[in-house]
């Protein structure tokens, strides 16, 4: 689904948004009740010795996740998200992104994510809290 004509007011956004040419322009997708991505690692996206910032890495499973509920049509924020990472990633690493909802009380979504290897190893996962604002 392309998200600049689902909806427009994420067309800046620095991990999805197609118009934001210095973003990372994941094209997000729902497939049954998961978000899914992938998104090769760019070699300017890295910490040092070669491994992808974690920041990079955050971005994209908090993202992976919000967008479950974005591409549901509501608006939410992030109001919390613990991250685990448990592999380094190399730049050129294509990785495949997964979002899901695991429980939802009225404004507050539970959402979990997960970012994998393209030999399918978890490379880091992530829970996060969102809160969906009313009337979007």
């Known amino acids: 689904m392309n998200q600049e004509k689902a909806r427009s007011d994420a067309n800046r956004c620095f991990v999805c948004g197609p118009g934001n040419t210095a973003g990372l322009q994941v ?11 992938e998104h090769t690692i760019a070699a300017h996206h890295c910490g040092y010795d070669n491994v992808t910032h974690g920041g ?10 919000a967008n479950w509920l974005f591409l549901k049509g509501d608006r939410a924020y992030t109001g919390k998200c613990d991250i685990r990472f448990r592999e380094p990633v190399e730049p050129g690493t294509t990785l495949s992104l997964e979002g899901r909802l695991t429980s939802r009380k009225g404004r507050m979504a539970k959402m979990k994510g997960r970012a994998t290897a393209p030999d399918g190893k978890l490379v880091a996962e992530a829970i996060g809290t969102f809160i969906v604002i009313p009337g979007e």
């Open 56 to 65: 990079i890495i955050f971005a994209l499973l908090d993202d992976v996740m």
């Open 27 to 37: 094209e997000f997708r729902l497939e049954g009740e998961v978000c899914k991505a």
